[in-house]
C-alpha cells in the first residue's frame, strides 16, 4: 500500500493556475498598450491643433492693422482635417492693441480639450 509520488512532472491543477496567470498577465499587458496607444494619438492630435492655432495667430500678426476687422469668424480650411475648425476673435482694445484669440476644435475627438492661444498686437502696422 505504500505508493510512490511522481515528482518530475506538473500536475493537472498547477498548469491550469500556470496557463490562468500567464493569461490574465497577457489581458493586463495588452490593455496597457491600447490605453498608451489612445494617449499617444491623442497627444498627437492635440499637438496638430496647437500648431494650426499657431499658424493663424501668424498669419493675424501679418495683416496691416488697418485691414483687421473686429468680431468672431468661423474659419475651416481644406489642409486642416475635415472636422477641425477655428473660431478667432479680434477685438481692438481701449489702449489702441488689437487682442487676437484663436480657439481650435475637433468634432470627432472624445476627451480632448480645444485649444485656445490668446495674444495682442500693436494698432499699428507691423
Not at 515528482?7 to 491543477?13: A, S
Not at 493569461?23 to 496638430?48: E, H, N, P, Y
Amino acid at each position: 500500500m505504500n505508493r510512490q509520488r511522481n515528482n518530475h512532472g506538473m500536475t493537472l491543477l498547477e498548469t491550469m493556475v500556470f496557463v490562468a496567470l500567464w493569461g490574465l498577465l497577457a489581458v493586463t499587458t495588452m490593455a496597457a498598450l491600447s490605453q498608451s496607444s489612445i494617449t499617444c494619438s491623442r497627444a498627437a492630435d492635440r499637438s496638430d491643433m496647437v500648431m494650426i492655432a499657431q499658424a493663424e495667430i501668424e498669419r493675424l500678426r501679418h495683416v496691416p492693422a488697418e485691414e483687421l476687422i473686429e468680431g468672431e469668424q468661423e474659419l475651416r480650411r481644406e489642409e486642416w482635417p475635415q472636422d477641425v475648425a477655428a473660431k478667432i476673435e479680434t477685438r481692438l482694445r481701449p489702449d489702441g492693441t488689437w487682442l487676437l484669440d484663436v480657439l481650435v476644435t475637433r468634432a470627432t475627438l472624445e476627451g480632448v480639450q480645444p485649444v485656445r492661444l490668446t495674444t495682442l498686437r500693436l494698432g499699428d502696422a507691423s
